[in-house]
């Protein structure tokens, strides 16, 4: 039979057994009913598909993030086109892309400064990066108001504490991001170029770091080559005058998330067991064979033993489009189902 889990769970790649009794849904099985849907609502195999099941455990080559985020005084001045604060609007953005990307990397979060009433307080590692800390990440985001934020911008000094594994961004099994949020240059820690040196080192480590750079209204488009040196040394640079992600808008902030994480976040998943013919690997996505094929579909690399998802079926994979997302292994492309639930229904 079929072995599946959902999408936010690991991936399980199964066989399955040539003549199963006791299913129904599709067919007559000797326990399930004919055809109605009676029975466990998996579909009876045809004859000579596998012979046998055995799980072989996928987990996703998913992005460690830190974003390192200002919550300098400025940051209370509205943003352009809104009555809402600089502030405000970045803590609905980090809630929206949170709640979309989730599952699409490890997250973590240092906000800089770290007292605001130690206005020079160098950002900290609040929360390192791991699995399962965006509830974490959001209370702390959504307890600060602004009446509650204010200081300086000790950028450089907040990102010298990125440096090394204390951030979680030390693992050499996936790709290590900083995404810094700023609406200034720093006034306090270090300057201009002394930001830059640090990006670059945090590049330079043996697990190199890249870091992203999100400009925050006017007070970084009036000095956009600064920035772009950030986004340079971090190995981000957009093509284009301004190498940064420049934000003026509620709008510009959201789109700008969107773009870095849906860029970086992964469609490569790692297998436990190499499969004896990858011709036979069928993957669906919301219950639909997705095609072996590199354009739109999947491929399988035997050197690293992964599968990757390309196209169009990596971005249902990104922004949450997929409604699930199954592996198995042995058996010809058709309909997947799940185990009936309660009620008769099927998921």
Not at 97 to 126: E, K, R
Not at 281 to 303: F, K
Request: overall charge negative; some cysteine; hydrophobic content about 35%.
């Amino acid at each position: 039979m079929r072995k599946t889990m959902a999408l936010s769970a690991a991936i399980l790649l199964a066989g399955c057994l040539g003549s199963d009794p006791g299913h129904g849904g599709g067919g007559s099985g000797a326990a399930g009913g004919s055809g109605g849907g009676s029975g466990s609502g998996i579909p009876q195999e045809p004859m000579g598909c596998g012979k046998q099941t055995f799980p072989i455990q996928a987990s996703k080559q998913s992005p460690n993030i830190m974003m390192v985020v200002d919550e300098s005084g400025s940051m209370q001045d509205p943003i352009a086109g809104s009555s809402m604060s600089k502030w405000s609007a970045l803590v609905g953005a980090v809630n929206q892309l949170l709640n979309t990307y989730a599952g699409s990397a490890q997250w973590g979060l240092s906000i800089f400064p770290h007292t605001p009433s130690n206005q020079c307080s160098a950002g900290q590692v609040d929360v390192a990066v791991a699995p399962n800390t965006t509830m974490t990440i959001l209370s702390k985001l959504n307890a600060l108001t602004d009446q509650t934020i204010g200081g300086n911008t000790p950028t450089n000094s907040t990102l010298q504490a990125m440096l090394g594994s204390a951030a979680g961004l030390a693992d050499a099994t996936k790709a290590n991001y900083v995404l810094l949020m700023t609406d200034g240059e720093p006034n306090c820690g270090g300057d201009v170029s002394s930001v830059k040196s640090t990006i670059g080192q945090l590049y330079s480590q043996a697990v190199p770091v890249r870091t992203f750079v999100v400009g925050i209204g006017d007070g970084t488009s009036s000095n956009p080559s600064a920035l772009n040196s950030w986004a340079e040394a971090g190995h981000t640079a957009r093509t284009g005058a301004t190498e940064y992600y420049q934000v003026n808008t509620v709008n510009d902030l959201q789109k700008a998330f969107a773009d870095i994480v849906s860029g970086v976040a992964s469609c490569t998943y790692n297998l436990s067991m190499k499969p004896a013919d990858a011709s036979l690997i069928v993957a669906y996505i919301g219950g639909v064979a997705v095609p072996q094929d590199p354009t739109n579909g999947t491929t399988y690399d035997a050197a690293s033993n992964t599968l990757e998802f390309h196209g169009t079926s990596c971005d249902q994979i990104k922004n949450g489009a997929a409604s699930s997302l199954d592996i198995v292994y042995g058996c010809p492309a058709g309909p997947i189902a799940r185990p009936a639930q309660p009620g008769g229904s099927t998921n």
